[in-house]
């Protein structure tokens, strides 16, 4: 299992009991303010505001922090103005990291995001210097112990699915951003327990780190992650097993 992928479950498990849930909310609630307002404040119309009110769900936001943030986002209400933002660097061991925010002063975010990359051997780059390593893909995330391979894989590709695979104790279902809703909720109908759903930057190869490079690393991508101004860290680290198990410090 390639370290990327193995650390996203990492992170996905903690966030389930994360005691930083005001942060977790006050990301989501950019998203949903940004989404609204690129695309309007119909979810049924606005696939990014799907998605991002899904995600705040999924955290358990009351309906009503939602309902404020698309208000806003639409103008319905006063709000700070958000703008997205992405950043691109390289990590130690020569890993790749993009990294996707929302923000009131880029200014302010460039910095800390810089900041983030040095203190951790990184460094941060050009726009297009690494993304290009990447797709953007939707990617759904099920519980493997809830049903059997075959026929997972077959109802997937049935939905519209690109690619499917077994993660650990997951399956990974691949879709084209475009199909995202469409696959998700052909397998919620089929009545699949998803565990996490995005449209994320996938690496189109992995770059193996070990040793000081890898705990510095992770260290570099928690800090990112922990910025208010961050939403998502995209990275292609592959980190064996042992070393992601033990805590970082």
């Known amino acids: 299992m390639a370290g990327h992928s193995k650390w996203k479950q ?8 994360d005691s930083r849930r005001s942060s977790v909310w006050t990301k989501c609630i ?3 303010t940004v989404a609204a307002k690129a695309g309007g404040g119909d979810p049924g119309g606005n696939p990014r505001l799907r998605t991002a009110i899904d995600a705040a769900r999924a955290v358990n936001m009351p309906n009503d922090n939602i309902d404020r943030a698309i208000k806003k986002g639409t103008g319905e209400l006063e709000g700070a103005i958000y703008e997205d933002v992405s950043y691109e660097g390289y990590g130690p061991g020569g890993a790749a990291i993009y990294v996707e925010g929302t923000t009131d002063n880029a200014n302010r975010t460039v910095a800390e995001v810089r900041h983030a990359f040095a203190r951790n051997g990184g460094n941060l780059g050009a726009g297009n210097s690494v993304a290009w390593m990447f797709d953007r893909k939707g990617q759904i995330f ?17 939905a519209g699915a690109e690619d499917f695979m077994k993660d650990g104790e997951q399956y990974l279902v691949t879709t084209a951003p475009n199909d995202f809703h469409l696959v998700k909720d052909a397998l919620i109908a089929r009545k699949y327990a998803i565990e996490s759903a995005e449209i994320a930057m996938v690496p189109k190869n992995t770059v193996k780190v070990e040793g000081e490079d890898a705990t510095k ?7 990112l992650e922990e910025l208010d101004d961050v939403s998502k860290v995209f990275a292609n680290f592959d980190i064996d097993a042992a070393t992601l198990a033990v805590p970082q410090p």
């Not at 990492?10 to 009991?17: G, L, N």
């Not at 099920?142 to 049935?158: G, H, M, N, V």
């Not at 690393?217 to 800090?223: A, D, H, T």
């Open 30 to 32: 950019r998203e949903i």
């Open 217 to 223: 690393i992770l260290k570099l991508v928690e800090m």
């Open 142 to 158: 099920l519980d493997a112990s809830k049903s059997a391979e075959d026929q997972t894989l077959e109802d997937a590709l049935e």
């Open 10 to 17: 990492i992170k996905r498990k903690k966030a389930v009991t």
